[in-house]
């Protein structure tokens, strides 16, 4: 059943169960960030070609140039490390070791777009030569594009986040620095405040994406649960059935078994009670044949209702109500049992209400439950002790019959 359910999850789920006994989704995080920055590659090297096209406006052309070179090469670099990682099976990963190739080839790309706040600067003095008012607003507004996409891409992994996009600040908040006007100096404070900001949004997009993959989790796990218990209930049901069918067979050979030699008993008993043979010598024999043939008749009729593989099957038990006396009932099943009464000296009373009606009952039903309540007193009660037989009406119109005995009864 685990191989099933860890199948169904694929590789990631795999993975996750490794990371969780490392205390964390380190491998999904590790993933979110890979296919972030591998869904955006067009997108970022355009960026890039925007920002040195720009930068031809204050700085020579072939800086703006070798940067944009600088850029797209450390771009490959952190997309051929995030390529290898897709690469690698989920259950090969290592994800510290991965972490630490990931976040210095992050570094790397940081360190190339800090370049950016270099481009066009004077190295001859403190203070750069050709920089304007628009060119120094221009890296600012750079500074918060970049930091944003990289709060959205890295914010799964704080590590590389920090080495992302501390070195661009730092070298915004240098070149301000050296500037020395307050307009600048105002900027740097907002530079470092814009940066703080973004760490802290990506922390909480960080505990967001925890949350989910937590909840996913949690899913996949009673996703599980519910595979195996079906699992279970499906093994259930094949041995339910599987039992069903040995029950049907074995009914099937009990009906033969039972009812090939119930027809001999009933018809020789039939035979010797209307002696067709000639007369007994005794008539207690005669009307010992004619108990034998009558409890047989009443054992015939509960195997054809035991052998009904309809009514079995349907689980329900059908009434077959036709107008009776229930005085006859229970004198029919006074002289089944009389025998089993005389063999243990024990005395059967009939307390019946001659006259009661007829209702509306299933005969073999009632006389089955007369049977069961006759039978236990007959076991549980002493040698030579009473049993009382009553039938009679109740005050609301209705009719009843009670057993009564001698015996301990249920203590």
Not at 138 to 158: D, G, P, Q, Y
Not at 356 to 372: F, G, H
Request: glycine share 6%; with cysteine; net charge negative.
């Amino acid at each position: 059943m685990s191989e099933a359910v860890s199948m169904r999850g694929g590789a990631p789920r795999e993975a996750r169960a490794r990371g969780n006994a490392q205390g964390g989704f380190d491998y999904d995080l590790l993933l979110m960030f890979v296919r972030n920055e591998l869904s955006a590659q067009a997108t970022i090297l355009l960026l890039a070609v925007i920002f040195s096209l720009a930068s031809m406006f204050w700085a020579p052309w072939t800086e703006a140039i070798i940067w944009l070179f600088l850029v797209i090469a450390a771009k490959v670099i952190l997309l051929e490390c995030c390529c290898r990682f897709l690469d690698t099976p989920a259950t090969e990963v290592d994800t510290a070791s991965w972490r630490r190739r990931l976040t210095v080839a992050e570094a790397i790309n940081g360190l190339a777009w800090a370049g950016f706040v270099l481009v066009g600067m004077d190295w001859t003095g403190i203070s750069p030569g050709n920089y304007t008012l628009a060119s120094n607003v221009f890296v600012f507004a750079s500074l918060v594009v970049v930091l944003a996409i990289r709060m959205t891409f890295a914010a799964t992994v704080m590590p590389i986040l920090y080495v992302g996009t501390v070195p661009m600040t730092v070298a915004v908040v240098a070149r301000y620095l050296m500037l020395g006007d307050v307009l600048y100096l105002a900027l740097a404070a907002m530079a470092i405040g814009v940066h703080l900001y973004f760490i802290f949004l990506a922390k909480g997009l960080r505990r967001t994406t925890l949350h989910m993959f937590e909840l996913r989790a949690e899913k996949d796990d009673l996703i599980a649960k519910l595979e195996e218990a079906k699992a279970i209930s499906d093994e259930a049901r094949r041995r339910a059935e599987a039992a069903n069918a040995a029950k049907s067979r074995f009914l099937a050979t009990m009906s033969h078994e039972l009812r090939t030699p119930l027809n001999a008993i009933l018809g020789f008993s039939e035979v010797m009670k209307s002696e067709v043979m000639g007369p007994l010598s005794n008539p207690v024999y005669k009307e010992y044949a004619a108990n034998i043939h009558q409890s047989g008749t009443h054992l015939l009729k509960l195997i054809n209702e035991i052998l009904d593989l309809s009514r079995i099957e349907a689980g329900r038990y059908e009434l077959n109500e036709e107008p009776i006396r229930l005085v006859n009932v229970v004198d029919d099943c006074h002289r089944l049992l009389k025998l089993r009464a005389e063999s243990k000296e024990q005395q059967i009373i009939e307390d019946f209400d001659e006259n009661l009606p007829q209702i509306w009952a299933d005969e073999r039903a009632l006389r089955q439950v007369c049977l069961n309540l006759l039978s236990n007193a007959l076991k549980f009660t002493p040698r030579g002790g009473i049993i009382t037989l009553s039938v009679g009406s109740t005050d609301d119109g209705g009719q009843y019959f009670s057993v009564r005995d001698t015996g301990p009864g249920i203590p």
